[in-house]
């Protein structure tokens, strides 16, 4: 059994292994930066500490940040919304072939299948 924290962002279904969530937060008072890298959103300041954003899973209206941990540095990801908690009894699928950056890192089954993200990929983002 595996547990998550299940968003949505640009119109998907996604989760991300619990133990990898920090916090959440709005993304009220997310601050632009002036010629970002694409994917990069911004950066945002909270209880003395800021976070660099990415928001490459697209989205309408971004109203969260799911602030990770990117193994040895956190990372916001702006999604959508944040549904909540869920326990999944199945093992994820296979990573699926055929995406441009590895942001999936395998499906999750069940009535509403969820896309499990590679935290690890989002670190790209933030690379020199």
Known sequence: MTTVVSFRSG???WAVPIERVQ???GARGLLPLPDPRPGVAGLLHRDGDT???VSPLGG???GQVLVLDGGGTSIGLLVDEVVGIERVHEEAGATPAGQRSPLVAGVLPGSRPLLLLDVASLTGWLAP
């Open 51 to 53: 976070v660099t954003v």
């Open 23 to 25: 916090r959440v937060l």
């Open 11 to 13: 119109g998907q279904d």
């Open 60 to 62: 309408g209206q971004p």
